[in-house]
């Protein structure tokens, strides 16, 4: 896992929830942003789930090692 792509993914959704806050936005608008949304945090949260297993491989492999 890249820290920057996670931390692109994170801040591209920060943005769309700041863009979805404006009382002004469309409904069609704001449909789109929040589907854009989901899905950058749904990368993001795979990329979390692979580095955790990949973390717990390490560990389990240190263990093993000892």
Request: hydrophobic share 35%; aromatic share 4%.
């Amino acid at each position: 896992m890249k820290i920057n792509d996670f931390e692109k993914k994170i801040e591209k959704s920060k943005e769309i929830l700041d863009k979805l806050m404006d009382p002004e936005i469309s409904l069609d608008n704001s449909m789109k942003l929040y589907k854009e949304g989901i899905k950058e945090l749904k990368e993001a949260n795979k990329m979390l789930e692979l580095a955790k297993l990949e973390f717990e491989e390490l560990s389990g492999d240190a263990k093993a090692q000892e």
